[in-house]
């Protein structure tokens, strides 16, 4: 055995990881922390149960894996959206972006960002203390983009940065848990969000 | 026996069932559906945990009462507060007295209002659609609350009626996630979530 056949040995094991991962976002975006069985994920990703703790120790490390994958692709998406604007856009209009982004992004494309928002509150103390600081660098960036609206006037300063903020990524996380596609799409319901949040924060005449 | 003494018997029996209910509130909002033990539910109630099982057939069981109690509560919070304005308050002032009631009720007052938010997406499927059904007469309530407010124009009527309700249920739902004793009080948060939606239904000028 040469050194070129360990490292296809090595990407073909890193295939099958990101395989059980992406059973384990499909199947905990489905059922939850509590509901989602190995043996179905397991089942979706073409593995004997067993054969998972070949690639993650317990259930819980999976779990808490494809959670943090969740934090990191939630923020990337955000974050490509508003920086997709250029450096001249308006505060107001990044923060606008960063609603689409995030609402599409959970309603749509990723089953890892909908896992992490619905088990986020389910999972041991420990894992939910791990993945809140994982989530800090996250809720920094939202209350850059509101303190920057407060800056320019574009969100009224006598609201609460924090609450607002929170009040906001509820309003967002939630709809994971009614969403269901039918009448309107996730960039509807994103558009809703929008004018709700946008018009509830601008200055009174 | 006569039936004096039988009825002493039920009531307390009643009462230790209540009590057990109680303890059960006020874990599964600390932990959620998942981490909720019933050894931790018995202690606090002054129970041995399997004497759980003489006033509940199981701990799902023990739960869904739980989870019943909470929409019942919520909802009654909900309606007497806008009840108490009258009949002449306006549409506008009696979502406002929703808003705030939903808010405090799931922040500050009730363990069972929290547990049950808590836990709707962390139940196993059957009892999450008992549970929903059981949501939906809340829900009407709202629809019925928003739709006054668009028929007489103080929330304008290009927003759609069900995802704006979903989303001002999300921002007041999630609260129970993030909102921790401290800087500002229920009430506070509560004045800035109907400032945030009540600003963001209005008219554009």
Request: negative net charge; charged residues 25%; glycine residues 6%.
């Amino acid at each position: 055995m040469g050194a070129a056949s360990e490292d296809i040995s090595i990407r073909k094991s890193d295939l099958t990881r990101i395989r059980v991962m992406d059973s384990a976002a499909k199947v905990l975006r489905l059922r939850g922390y509590a509901g989602a069985r190995l043996s179905e994920i397991a089942d979706n990703a073409g593995l004997k149960p067993a054969n998972i703790y070949y690639y993650f120790e317990s259930r819980d490390a999976l779990i808490e894996q494809v959670m943090e994958v969740g934090v990191q692709r939630g923020f990337e998406a955000v974050r490509e959206a508003v920086e997709a604007l250029g450096s001249e856009a308006s505060p107001l209009d990044r923060l606008k972006s960063a609603i689409m982004a995030h609402l599409q992004s959970n309603l749509a494309q990723d089953d890892y960002a909908s896992a992490t928002i619905r088990c986020l509150g389910q999972v041991p103390d420990d894992m939910r203390e791990r993945q809140l600081a994982l989530e800090r660098g996250f809720g920094h960036y939202w209350r850059m983009l509101i303190a920057e609206c407060q800056a320019d006037g574009s969100v009224r300063s006598e609201l609460h940065a924090s609450v607002v903020r929170m009040l906001l990524l509820g309003m967002l996380n939630w709809a994971v848990e009614w969403y269901e596609k039918g009448e309107l799409s996730p960039e509807q319901v994103a558009d809703q969000a929008v004018s709700l949040f946008v018009d509830g924060c601008r200055p009174r005449d």
